[in-house]
């Protein structure tokens, strides 16, 4: 399982930033995929999911700002992330996501991407 996380970086509260995520075929073929995030001191935890036919799921703190998308074709999920606020600030990690409890399907990660939100 490979998966590779890139797009993350320091923006100013209320910008943008997208991330990529480039998964091997074995988990993107036949999974829902999923966006996580772990800040500082706090557990691993769901941010967005995408089913293989495009049907999403959002956490409550992002929906409405965040969007996820999957590119068949590239084995990439993406999640573009809007209005951020300085509590989104985390490392942000793509897996598959089991769709009935949100949860990963997966103990390998990548090494994610840091998001900081910072005036």
């Known amino acids: 399982v490979q998966l590779v996380e890139s797009g993350g970086g320091m923006v100013q509260p209320g910008g943008s930033l997208r991330l990529s995520c480039v998964a091997s075929?074995?988990?993107?073929?036949?999974?829902?995929m999923g966006w996580y995030r772990q800040a500082p001191g706090k557990q691993r935890e769901v941010v967005a999911g995408?089913?293989?036919?495009?049907?999403?799921k959002y956490a409550e703190s992002v929906k409405g700002r965040f969007t996820i998308s999957r590119d068949n074709a590239k084995n990439t999920v993406y999640l573009q992330m809007n209005s951020l606020k300085s509590e989104d600030t985390a490392i942000y990690y793509c897996?598959?996501?089991?769709?009935?409890?949100?949860?990963?399907?997966?103990?390998?990660w990548g090494q994610g991407t840091q998001v900081t939100v910072s005036s």
């Open positions: 075929r074995s988990i993107f073929n036949y999974y829902a």
């Open positions: 897996n598959n996501v089991l769709w009935a409890t949100m949860t990963a399907g997966a103990d390998s």
């Open positions: 995408i089913t293989i036919g495009g049907s999403t």
